[in-house]
T-cell receptor
């Protein structure tokens, strides 16, 4: 989506930590999602943030700062199977739309041995 | 098994020949969406639906139609396909717009 920015690609070593940043601009923020998409497959849900702060779920954590229009996804103890594209998506609610979801272009994470 | 089913998975068609991509979910979800995915552009929302007979445009609705006559089905209709609609299409469903979405396996459409 044109209002959502995330890096195109990141490379990290197995066992390391990687942080994927996502910045957004919207007039009607109503939640932020992270999805994982392996090559040739459908996206799968990772996390959802609507309030400021950190949400932890196993090796994955997601952080949100609404005042800064910023989120990050933290992947710890990287495994080879974590090589995938990570998609940031923002739900926008305005007077004209109530359920629109905009995705960033995705960040391709490459995990090396 | 809870799932979202799209058909067909692959389709090659000619410009102007009407087609429908079907989407069905068995989870009693109210919210359904259609997306197209193009290299470098990510997923872009075409249409979404909050419930039966309630639909709204996403970011790229031009050239597409949808209908939601039943809760479980949300077909995507291309009345007159053009080559710029060649893309990978995903259908998704969720309990609501702020909950986990489940995606179908995708439909790769080529318009020649």
């Amino acid at each position: 989506g044109q209002n959502i920015d995330q890096p195109t690609e990141m490379t990290a070593t197995e066992g390391a930590i990687v942080q994927i940043n996502c910045t957004y601009q919207t007039s009607g923020f109503n939640g932020l999602f992270w999805y994982q998409q392996h090559a040739g497959e459908a996206p799968t849900f990772l996390s959802y943030n609507v309030l400021d702060g950190l949400e932890e779920k196993g090796r994955f954590s997601s952080f949100l700062s609404r005042s800064k229009g910023y989120s990050y996804l933290l992947l710890k103890e990287l495994q080879m199977k974590d090589s995938a594209s990570y998609l940031c998506a923002v739900r926008e609610v305005t007077t004209d739309s109530w359920g629109k979801l905009q995705f960033g272009a995705g960040t391709q994470v490459v995990v090396t041995p | 098994e809870a799932q979202v089913t799209q058909n067909p998975r692959y389709l090659i068609t000619v410009t102007g020949k009407k087609l429908t991509v079907t989407c069905s979910q068995n989870m009693n979800h109210e919210y359904m969406s259609w997306y197209r995915q193009d290299p470098g552009l990510g997923l872009r929302q075409i249409y979404y639906s909050m419930n039966v007979e309630v639909t709204d445009k996403g970011d790229v609705p031009e050239g597409y139609k949808v209908s939601r006559k039943e809760k479980r089905n949300f077909p995507l209709i291309l009345e007159s396909p053009s080559p710029n609609q060649t893309s990978l299409y995903f259908c998704a469903s969720s309990l609501g717009p702020n909950t986990e979405a489940f995606f179908g396996q995708g439909t790769r459409l080529t318009v020649v």
